[in-house]
């Protein structure tokens, strides 16, 4: 069984940050350990406060955890500030396994996530993983162009993010209007697409989370990046799919990482 390690925010809801990257793990077959980058006050209608862990502190978690443990695979997601941002940036830079960031910078609710001046310790920090999933407002942010308006868009900014950062870009298709929802991958090899039906729910609290988490499970459990997308995609439409038979919340609801088990 592959060991999954997420860097992220806590969301108490638990529709997103750790507790979703978590499920999402443990529903995809990989054991989860996680170290905490910030504690929000969060509901599924919105961030009422941030409390960052000190970067210090986060290295110490990573250091204590790594000498122990052996991780097949890396999530990162909420970061916060850019030291923080920096202190995961000095150890990813001597990891030996796959690493996906989410560059997590607004919630689904609209709250920023992130300080102004931890968007180029970010840009930083892609340069040093493998993939990096952002939406289309996150791909603008890091590209600083606008985000991209339909699937051309896409395509032209996830290529021009792989070149421009290194890594792996899959650029996601949520906020881009359409009976499908399309996401672009842009590697060494060129670009891939993944397309699944837009799925009609408010409850979509944690979907970012949630894709880059089962990528960064079922990486080391499928022969590629290919074949992890295409399956974490699935696995998050359906999550989509059966949001609806949860009842979290007056806001937008979680997805359902357990829909193949109970619900």
């Given at each position: 069984m592959p060991v999954v390690l997420t860097v992220a925010g806590s969301d108490p809801s638990g529709g997103a940050g750790v507790q979703a990257d978590l499920k999402t793990f443990s529903a995809l077959g990989a054991y989860g350990c996680a170290v905490l980058t910030?504690?929000?006050?969060?509901?599924?209608?919105?961030?009422?406060?941030?409390?960052?862990?000190?970067?210090?502190?986060?290295?110490?978690?990573?250091?204590?955890?790594?000498?122990?443990?052996?991780?097949?695979?890396?999530k990162i997601g909420m970061?916060?500030?850019?030291?923080?941002?920096?202190?995961?940036?000095?150890?990813?830079?001597?990891?030996?396994?796959?690493?996906?960031?989410?560059?997590?910078?607004?919630?689904?609710?609209?709250?920023?996530?992130?300080?102004?001046?931890?968007?180029?310790?970010?840009?930083?920090?892609?340069?040093?993983?493998?993939?990096?999933?952002p939406n289309g407002p996150e791909a603008g942010v890091l590209a600083g162009a606008e985000p991209p308006r339909d699937l051309a868009g896409q395509r032209a900014m996830a290529a021009a993010l792989h070149e421009r950062l290194?890594?792996?870009?899959?650029?996601?298709?949520?906020?881009?209007?359409?009976?499908?929802?399309?996401?672009?991958l842009a590697g060494p090899g060129g670009a891939e697409e993944f397309t699944a039906p837009r799925v009609a729910t408010r409850n979509t609290h944690g979907t970012g989370c949630t894709l880059s988490s089962a990528v960064a499970a079922l990486r080391p459990q499928r022969a590629g990046w290919t074949d992890a997308v295409a399956d974490a995609k699935a696995y998050l439409t359906a999550a989509l799919e059966h949001a609806d038979a949860l009842d979290v919340g007056a806001g937008p609801g979680p997805v359902h990482h357990f829909h193949a088990l109970w619900g």
């Open positions: 910030s504690l929000t006050a969060q509901s599924t209608r919105g961030v009422t406060g941030i409390h960052p862990v000190p970067a210090g502190f986060v290295t110490d978690q990573l250091a204590t955890l790594l000498e122990d443990v052996r991780v097949d695979a890396v970061l916060g500030t850019a030291s923080v941002a920096d202190a995961v940036a000095d150890v990813v830079r001597r990891l030996d396994c796959p690493v996906v960031l989410d560059p997590v910078m607004v919630s689904t609710a609209g709250s920023r996530l992130l300080d102004a001046d931890a968007v180029e310790a970010v840009r930083r920090l892609v340069a040093m993983v493998d993939l990096v999933t290194g890594a792996r870009v899959l650029l996601k298709g949520g906020h881009v209007d359409g009976a499908a929802s399309t996401d672009v």
